[in-house]
């Protein structure tokens, strides 16, 4: 079987219409996906996107086109997925754009994502199971070393995954029997009036979700009051984490995070610039206690993080407590092995971003991965959910009980319906020709 050609569509959600995913730094997001599809010879197609919100698609799709030489003609019997994700990032022309991020990175994220979304749609198997299934030694030959062994070697990598083999089949049946934990962000977006941010937080909490997530940033008093409500009404003990989508320098994130300490926020999550690995670890010292009881305030971020070097100085820093990984962000499946195995490495827990156009359904895959194979345990451990677009899926995720169910169907769940895709084709599809 070979890969005939690749098919890239611009597919934009008009999201900003109801504020759906409004932050402090993203007041008017159309939640959009650069969706990419691997056709083959055969009865199998490979599906993956790359995330943006809205006018970014533009660029993101001509960058998925300038891979095309990279990926037509592979022939899948031969096809070795970590060298295909080294090639499509090593092309020193491309690369000269930006090494190893910006949009050249996204693109080749989607497409290595579709890689393996076809892998394992051949394989008849979850894509968390197809990783689980796979050796020490194949894992770690799909991570790009480069720049990452002053911090964990392969062989290191190799005993790490060797070492959690034991258990792995009982772990799988575990998390396929009770779920992921999950936290959500439906309740927090900043355009929401506080009722509705009660209203929907209380419902959550019913749900059985493991932490509610506000966003925060743009207004000191509106978060202040913001946050109070949802502590009275959430009580003093459940988790309530915050979010500031990048909004602050080092100084007045320390400051506004202080201010809101007594009322107990789990996590600061993106308190400034995804770039600023000392910022970050001076808002973590800065933090350290500041809330209630002189209690340290944990620091995440990730979704916004380049690649996998920036991860790992933030790991050998110490810059955070929670790390944030996104299906869609850096190189691809890939990449984010890497990150999975220096966070278990650093003992870090591992919280990925979700949301967005799809992110829910790529990025439990790797979360399921992680507990049976990577990281063993589910200590500190939630995926991000927010309650919308999952319909436009044709395997959604599916929540119980505030939990992330397992995926059955096989694949990377990246596939989207054609209906969907053709009404929501930007800029000719009829949702984007209403007057």
Known sequence: MKIIDLRVRDIRFPTSRHLDGSDAMNPDPDYSAAYVELVTDGDTAGHGFTFTIGRGNDVCAAAIEALRPYVVGQDLDTLDLGEFGRRLTHDSQLRWLGPEKGVMHLAAGAVVNAAW??????????????????????????????????????????????????????????????????????AGWLGYDDAKVTRRALRAVADGFSMVKLKVGADLND?????????????????????????????????????????DPYWI??????????????????????????TPIRVATGEHVHNRIMFKQLLQAD???????????????????????????????????????GLCELVQHLSFFDYTSV??????????????????????????????????????????????????TFPDGPEWKID
């Open 375 to 424: 990281a063993a345990t589910l200590d500190g451990r939630m995926i991000e959910y927010v309650d919308h677009l999952h319909e436009h899926f044709a395997d959604p995720v599916r929540i119980v009980n505030g939990r992330y169910a397992a995926p059955e169907a096989p694949g990377f769940s990246a596939r989207m319906h054609e209906e969907s895709l053709a009404r929501y």
């Open 223 to 263: 978060d202040l009051r913001r946050f109070t409500a949802a502590r009275e009404a959430l009580g003093p003990d459940f988790p309530i984490g915050i979010d500031a989508n990048q909004r602050w320098g080092v100084d007045e994130a320390i400051g506004w995070v202080s201010a809101l300490g007594h009322l």
């Open 117 to 186: 979304d076809l892998a394992a749609r051949r394989a008849g198997l979850p894509l968390w199971r197809y990783l689980t299934d796979l050796t020490p030694d194949t894992v770690v030959d799909c991570v790009d070393w480069r720049y990452l062994t002053d911090a964990l070697t392969p062989d290191a990598a190799r005993d790490l995954l060797t070492d959690r083999a034991t258990g792995k089949t009982a772990r799988a049946e575990q998390i396929t029997a009770t779920g992921f934990p999950a936290y959500t962000t439906s």
């Open 319 to 357: 810059a955070i407590d929670v790390v944030q990984i996104d299906s869609a962000r850096v190189g691809g499946v890939n990449e984010n092995l890497a990150i999975l195995l220096l966070a278990a490495a650093y003992g870090k827990p591992v919280c990925p971003h979700a949301g967005g156009v």
């Open 269 to 294: 999550e993106e308190p400034t610039s995804p770039d600023e690995i000392l910022g970050h670890a001076a808002i973590r010292t800065g933090l350290s206690r500041s809330g209630p009881g002189g």
